[in-house]
């Protein structure tokens, strides 16, 4: 009895609940970085908080990610997207 415990529990750690790879939305050509001004399509990097989500949470390569970045942030300076969002306390 003590074996089948110690078999059930040896699972392999890497099939955690079936998830699938993340795959660079930019790679395979579903999005584009080609301007500042599509917000839309920025705020879905950024948290509510307004920060750069990093690449383990969004799931885009280092290149696309660094353009990303760079990109958000010259969204920031025109102020086409919030560089902080207002801190609701009550």
Do not use: W
């Not at 529990?9 to 584009?32: D, Y």
């Not at 970085?33 to 917000?39: E, F, L, M, P």
């Not at 990109?71 to 997207?81: F, N, S, V, Y």
Request: aromatic fraction near 4%; proline fraction near 4%; charge should be positive.
């Amino acid at each position: 009895m003590a074996k089948e415990r110690e078999q059930r529990s040896r699972r392999p750690a890497n099939n955690r609940r079936g998830r699938r790879p993340k795959v660079c939305q930019f790679c395979t050509g579903e999005l584009e970085i080609t301007d500042y001004h599509n917000s839309k399509m920025l705020r879905r990097f950024i948290s509510d908080t307004a920060k750069i989500l990093p690449r383990r949470r969004t799931g885009v390569c280092a290149k696309h990610q660094r353009r990303l970045a760079t990109t958000i942030k010259r969204a920031r300076m025109l102020a086409i997207i919030p560089i902080t969002q207002q801190l609701v306390r009550k």
